[in-house]
């Protein structure tokens, strides 16, 4: 046991105070009002959502695990050994950790937004893996991907940059991305796997289309979680812009768009009202919303010829028996 290990952390400031005000308030004072949804993450909205994956409506979490436990080992002869794991939005880092075994890797790269609580898990993480490096960084990956100056020199310093990377991407966080964006990130992904040794690629999770009555209980549970989770942005947003939103009185919105395969989660105004912020105001009128969230469903083939598109080699995927849920890899 090596006492000494801990994780390095680097904390990539992409934008600065000014520019995430800046977009907060161009969501806010248009028509069609909208707030993206990495918002969601502060440290409570992490732990909000971390409930959320044990809801018996949210099957997404559970039926990923499945597919892990039943599928690792073919995953693992996908993925080579020795690898630099990259996750991205890692949050807890449990569903990589979990992986470790199979996967063998050589290093392990974690991403989040959500820097605060990354500290704590990969603290944490450490200790049961002393000698495994361990890199966290805080990065907004959800605009432009790519490793940061720091994260080559660590990976360098660590004897790491010849090995493979596999960008891991699970939990159906792709799902947020429209298909552009999305195929914008996984050719971006693919720079960064291309940029190790040979054999790297991506595993990704990705949340397969399923009838409306599936889909929809597990964005609008019956505990209110998914609901609590959705309105803590309101707070997250008061402590950037200094906003005055009282989250009570906002209602949860979750509905299937099946024309554009994608769940909507808005807030909706219960009444008439007016938020301040520093340096500026919104009136909703009542029963107004503010789009918070998309998350897009795939059908398999589409996924794996998104993949293709984006440059990666033939996609191999693996899902649960009522293919709720697809685990894709494809080769960089
Ligand atoms: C983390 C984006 C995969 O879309 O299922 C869960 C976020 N939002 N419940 C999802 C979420 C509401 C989640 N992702």
């Known amino acids: 046991l090596n006492p000494s290990a801990s994780p390095t952390f680097v904390q990539v400031h992409l934008e600065d105070t000014g520019a995430v005000q800046a977009e907060l308030v161009a969501g806010l004072i248009g028509t069609g009002a909208r707030i993206a949804p990495k918002f969601l993450y502060d ?11 044990e809801l018996p409506e949210y099957y997404p979490t559970r ?14 002869s996908r993925v080579a050994p020795g690898s630099v794991l990259i996750d991205l939005g890692a949050g807890s880092c449990a569903k990589a950790a979990g992986l470790f075994p199979v996967l063998n890797p050589g290093g392990y790269v974690a991403v989040d937004i959500s820097v605060d609580y ?6 944490t993480l450490q200790d049961r893996h002393p000698d495994l490096p361990m890199l966290g960084l805080g990065q907004d990956f959800s605009k432009t991907f790519a490793l940061p100056d720091a994260a080559r020199t660590w990976l360098s310093g660590r004897k790491l940059a010849r090995a493979p990377r596999t960008v891991f991407y699970p939990g159906s966080s792709i799902g947020n991305f429209s298909p552009e964006e999305a195929l914008d990130l996984l050719r971006q992904a693919r720079v960064v796997c291309q940029s190790g040794g040979a054999g790297g690629g991506v595993l990704i999770g990705v949340d397969l289309v399923k009838p409306a009555g599936l889909l929809e209980p597990a964005y609008d549970d019956s505990l209110g979680v998914t609901a609590a989770f959705n309105r803590n942005l309101l707070l997250n947003v008061n402590r950037w812009l200094g906003a005055d939103f009282q ?37 909703f009128a009542e029963g107004e919303r503010i789009h918070t969230e998309n998350a897009w469903k795939w059908r398999a083939e589409d996924f794996s010829a998104l993949l293709q598109e984006a440059g990666f080699g033939p996609a191999s995927h693996w899902t649960d028996a009522s293919s709720w849920f697809g685990v894709f890899w494809a080769p960089a």
């Open 43 to 53: 440290a409570l909205g992490s732990r909000l959502f971390d409930a959320i994956t």
């Open 63 to 76: 039926t990923e695990a499945s597919i892990f436990a039943q599928h690792g080992q073919a995953m693992a």
């Open 118 to 123: 990354l500290r704590e898990a990969l603290g």
């Open 247 to 283: 989250p009570a009185e906002w209602a949860h919105v979750a509905f299937f768009d099946a024309e554009l395969s994608r769940i909507e989660m808005h807030l909706q105004a219960r009444a008439a009202l007016t938020v301040r912020w520093t340096g500026g105001e919104r009136r």
